[in-house]
């Protein structure tokens, strides 16, 4: 049972532009949320997060929004640049326990 | 400080046999977690283990084991390999624990691939 979903498994956008991944989840006791980005031949490495108690986090060009009654979060990049091209999951956990991630979205941003 | 770091970084084994795989985490992090990726399933939470013991499990089969030493480096065991065993298994490290309150810092990763 899949518990977090991310529907895209790729996703192309033109620099400078905004990306938008997506990400479902159906545990309504998440309460942290995280995004993590993965290149090739590296492990993932942590983007940004946001509680359950907000519904929106930005850092920097990275905005997370979380809708909780949808069961939905979002990252945005603006503006997408090359080096974003990569592998972006999502990932969920209830307190202290284990992460559950998404299945992966690769990104592709075209110069 | 030195990042995760997991040995060997590419495996080829046959069905049946068994392999250990080495993580050693950052420096002063306690709580090691292990994870397998496979194209279509991200990354499944394999175990946790936190000052030498194991206290999260995944739903692996008993094949899949791992240990933790003193010194928090921790070793993952799986015995009679399958097919499907062929993933890239991460090793993560924090400083306590594995949900998402702890920033996870992951290895590159063992690459699998079973013949």
């Known amino acids: 049972d899949q518990q977090v979903k991310q529907n895209s498994p790729s996703l192309s956008v033109q620099e400078g532009r905004i990306s938008i991944l997506n990400c479902d989840y159906t545990?309504?006791?998440?309460?942290?949320f995280l995004w993590y980005k993965k290149y090739p031949a590296e492990g993932p490495t942590f983007l940004i997060s946001?509680?359950?108690?907000?519904d929106k986090n930005e850092d920097g060009r990275f905005t997370v929004f979380l809708n909780k009654s949808a069961k939905h979060l979002s990252l945005h990049i603006v503006p997408s640049q090359p080096g974003d091209s990569a592998v972006y999951f999502c990932?969920?956990?209830?307190?202290?326990?284990?992460?559950?991630f998404g299945t992966g979205t690769r990104l592709t941003i075209i110069p | 400080k030195a990042g995760v770091t997991q040995t060997p970084r590419y495996l080829i084994k046959t069905r049946g046999q068994q392999v250990t795989l080495s993580c050693s985490p950052i420096?002063?992090?306690?709580?090691v977690s292990w994870y397998q990726q496979t194209p279509g399933q991200g990354l499944q939470f394999l175990f946790e283990?936190?000052?030498?013991?194991?206290?999260n499990k995944g739903n692996f089969p008993g094949r899949f084991s791992g240990r933790q030493f003193s010194n928090s480096r921790s070793e993952m065991n799986v015995s009679t390999l399958e097919l499907g065993d062929s993933a890239l298994y991460l090793c993560?490290?924090?400083?306590?624990?594995?949900?998402?309150?702890?920033?996870?810092?992951f290895g590159p990763g063992t690459r699998l691939t079973v013949t």
């Open positions: 993560a490290s924090s400083l306590d624990g594995t949900g998402g309150l702890y920033e996870q810092y």
């Open positions: 946001i509680s359950s108690i907000k």
């Open positions: 420096s002063g992090h306690r709580s």
């Open positions: 990932a969920a956990s209830f307190g202290n326990e284990k992460l559950t």
């Open positions: 545990n309504s006791m998440f309460d942290y």
């Open positions: 283990y936190f000052s030498e013991t194991q206290r």
